[in-house]
T-cell receptor
């Protein structure tokens, strides 16, 4: 399947600092990428849809000023958690659809980033 | 009511057993149906996808969709210890995927 790479795989940061997570599509160009958050033994919750060259679309209840999304190129989207607090500690996962696929609906996921805010 | 319901388990079976994983959904507007496997501390891996009612088979895996009942299933034949993971159903419409909670499966040797 298509390859989506996410970096870093884990990060620990101090409260009040900002953390940037990168999501790259390695073998295809993705005009749309998705960012999810997952708590232990919970489902994936969609945070926002990242659109190349335009503003991200955030889901209800997600603070756009806290979770900054940039999709500057067709292969890279970034999520920046600003002024992180311990409650932001979670597993963040990105996904992208491969436009080469006939139906363009199957989403491929990155490896995930475990964020711990201390 | 959640849009997608999935029993979280955990589900424990002996090696070689047939595993049945299920999800129900509430909105008949959903258009496509997927199953993902997620190992601990990893991103989900796409296993199966389908767009219509009926069965779709891929090796030991069979995905089944019953749109009239709003019910989807994943069957794993001859289960192996390496199948131990969390299995998530995902249902989509309009470009968005909505995930079930995931079922934790353990296959004992």
């Amino acid at each position: 399947g298509a390859v989506v790479s996410q970096h870093p795989s884990w990060v620990i940061c101090k409260s009040g600092t900002s953390v940037k997570i990168e999501c790259r599509s390695l073998d295809f160009q993705a005009t749309t990428m998705f960012w999810y958050r997952q708590f232990p033994k919970q489902s994936l919750m969609l945070m926002a849809t990242s659109n190349e060259g335009s503003k991200a679309t955030y889901e209800q209840g997600v603070e756009k000023d806290k979770f900054l999304i940039n999709h500057a190129s067709l292969t890279l989207s970034t999520l920046t958690v600003t002024s992180a607090h311990p409650e932001d500690s979670s597993f963040y996962i990105c996904s992208a659809r491969d436009p080469r696929r006939e139906t363009n609906t199957e989403a491929f996921f990155g490896q995930g980033t475990r964020l711990t805010v201390v | 009511q959640k849009e997608v319901e999935q029993d979280p388990g955990p589900l424990s079976v002996p090696e070689g057993a047939i595993v049945s994983l299920n999800c129900t959904y509430s909105n008949s507007a959903f258009q496509y149906f997927m199953w993902y496997r997620q190992y601990s501390r990893k991103g989900p891996e796409l296993l199966m996808y389908t767009y219509s009612s009926g069965n779709k088979e891929d090796g030991r895996f069979t995905a089944q969709v019953d749109k009239s009942s709003k019910y989807i299933s994943l069957f794993i034949r001859d289960s192996q210890p390496s199948d131990s993971a969390t299995y998530l159903c995902a249902i989509g419409r309009g470009g968005k995927l909505i995930f079930g909670q995931g079922t934790e499966l353990s296959v004992k040797p």
